[in-house]
């Protein structure tokens, strides 16, 4: 297995696993299917050169196929820089169970941590998502609130957990 950060060359990869995660587990993220499944790859592939070094996205690869991915959002501004946000985390269900989450939120980490002046890490779980609360709770997130209600999926709601982890 190979993680690495994702180019704009990867943005074919990188739609068609987004576009699974939405459509597999519309509840975990805050963007839905419909929101994404029209945006061009040459615009996907933009924005990954583009937000970088701000926005970081990893990519998990085995055999050459992508198959995991996480978010890392840097703050820009003064007040704030010394906070980043994990996002979009994401497992293929025929890859879970082989420490792949794992390896990506540690390859995150790592890179966070390597940042000067960053102190702190946020990320919100989908309340229920106990594999992923679990995973992050192990590295030391702790939970610091509950958003009721933060996502709706047709007629049901889902809370969200807001877990924090000091450096």
Known sequence: MIIRRLTGVDASFYQALRLRALQEHPESFGRSYNDEKDIPITDIATRIDEGYPYRVSLGAFI???MCGML?????????????CHLGGMYVASENRGQGLGRQLLDTALTHI?????VEMVILAVTVGNTPARTLYRSVGFATWGVDPAYIRVGERD??????????
Not at 71 to 83: A, D, N, S, V, W
């Open 63 to 65: 055999e050459g196929k």
């Open 71 to 83: 978010g890392i959002g840097f703050e820009q501004h003064e007040k704030r820089r010394h906070r």
């Open 113 to 117: 941590r390597e940042r000067e002046g």
């Open 158 to 167: 889902y809370d969200i957990e807001w877990m924090a982890l000091r450096l």
